[in-house]
């Protein structure tokens, strides 16, 4: 009985703490469905793309290419590849990024292309003693 009663209220006060906000890491990709993403860093930042890359993955998206491109960039822009512009917006929200463009290119074989940009910071790791 003690056990349930600590449990209510260890999810009680995660729930009044978060004030029912949105948090990043509640996006998952869609089930049953292969969203294949591009993440590309736009910026000085060695890494930030592989540490992108694990974030998305974690959520279930199928990071399919990875790399740095040119010229840098302030903040991140995702862009939707293959006319489904809920799958940019759910990368979007994983990543904690605002904008997102809809640049349709049929002759890539994915469907969101990440631009990471200064601005974005990786979530902290999870620590494993």
């Given at each position: 009985m003690a056990i349930a009663a600590?449990?209510?209220?260890?999810?009680?006060?995660?729930?009044?703490?978060?004030g029912g906000r949105?948090?990043?890491t509640d996006v998952r990709a869609?089930?049953?469905?292969r969203v294949r993403v591009q993440v590309l860093n736009?910026?000085?930042?060695r890494g930030l793309a592989r540490?992108?890359?694990?974030?998305?993955?974690?959520?279930?998206?199928?990071?399919?290419?990875?790399?740095t491109t040119q010229p840098a960039r302030d903040s991140t822009l995702v862009l939707d590849?293959?006319?489904?512009?809920?799958?940019?917006?759910?990368?979007?929200?994983?990543?904690g990024a605002t904008r997102v463009e809809s640049r349709p290119d049929t002759s890539r074989y994915l469907d969101v292309t990440v631009l990471l940009g200064d601005a974005w910071r990786?979530?902290?790791e999870p620590f494993y003693p």
């Open positions: 600590v449990a209510t209220w260890a999810l009680r006060g995660r729930a009044a703490s978060s949105y948090h990043a869609p089930e049953g469905v736009a910026t000085r930042v540490r992108a890359t694990l974030h998305l993955r974690d959520r279930g998206f199928d990071v399919v290419d990875v790399g590849r293959s006319n489904h512009p809920e799958w940019a917006a759910l990368v979007a929200k994983a990543l990786p979530p902290a």
